[in-house]
């Protein structure tokens, strides 16, 4: 009986409610256990790929972060070396324009500074020899410097390296120091510059190239690295040689390397 009226009641219920039986029909049943280990497991998996994925990501963007940086330091690395080609480029330039104008300045004023040789048929025969070897000293001279106004300072560096070896005494001997130590600063080649001012100056000490030569030196030890040598040479130029252009030049030498 009790069975019957529970039949009757969900007939009842499905007429009167439209749907009942329809939503009551496709309500699953589910394992409470089982549903929950399994929503557990989809949860989690869900949860270990958005963790993975972002993890991924990440570390996509710290590698890009990275070379971005290496990017950037590179390229101040490149601008640096570009600078300093620059620099070097500049300074070799002045260089040469400075020792075209010393040139300039030598030959409009005559290349020798002693006394001119004069030929003269009624010589004794016994000042001929002496005569012949000033001529030969003097036209090796003119030659090598022949050489520096032509800009072929390898071939200068040559003759003068000779000359100096073939007249160790000679009148213009000095001088050939002088510019023979003005070519190797334009080869860059300061070792070989400081040797040729250093000789001038000791053997040569009354010289009218001394000023000159001490300035030259005191850049020349700058270029090397012994900046105590270059000003102890620099200040020497401007106290014993004071109003000279040697002297102004070390003046400037001075406070550039200061700055």
């Known amino acids: 009986m009790n069975l019957t009226l529970r039949i009757l009641f969900v007939l009842m219920l499905g007429t009167l409610v439209p749907g009942f ?7 699953p049943v589910v394992d409470a256990t089982a549903g929950e280990s399994g929503y557990r497991q989809t949860s989690a998996g869900a949860s270990s790929g958005s963790v993975a994925g972002g993890s991924s990501s990440a570390t996509l963007i710290y590698k890009l972060q990275l070379l971005q940086q290496e990017v950037q330091e590179l390229r101040g690395i490149v601008e640096q070396q570009q600078y300093q080609i620059t620099q ?17 300045l030598v030959t409009q004023s005559g290349v020798s500074s002693g006394s001119q040789i004069k030929s003269d048929d009624s010589n004794a025969a016994d000042s001929q020899p002496a005569a012949s070897a000033l ?14 106004r032509n800009k072929r300072y390898d071939d200068a560096i040559n003759a003068l390296s000779r000359f100096v070896a073939d007249f160790p005494n000679g009148e213009y001997t000095g001088n050939a120091f002088y510019w023979l130590g003005e070519v190797q600063i334009v080869k ?6 400081l040797q040729a001012f250093a000789s001038l100056l000791n053997k040569y000490p009354q010289h009218r190239k001394v000023a000159d ?3 030259k030196l005191g850049k020349v030890y700058r270029e090397l ?4 040598k270059s000003e102890r040479l620099l200040k020497e130029v401007i106290e014993n040689h004071a109003g000279t252009t040697a002297a102004k030049l070390a003046e400037a030498e001075l406070r550039n390397a200061r700055l």
């Open 225 to 228: 690295g012994d900046s105590a």
């Open 88 to 104: 070097m480029r500049e300074e070799q330039r002045d260089r040469y324009l400075d020792l075209d104008r010393r040139v300039s």
């Open 21 to 27: 039986g329809l939503q009551a029909a496709t309500v």
């Open 135 to 148: 001529v030969d000293e003097k036209s090796a001279y003119q030659a090598a410097f022949e050489l520096i």
């Open 213 to 215: 030569a001490k300035y």
């Open 188 to 193: 860059a080649s300061y070792q070989d510059a």
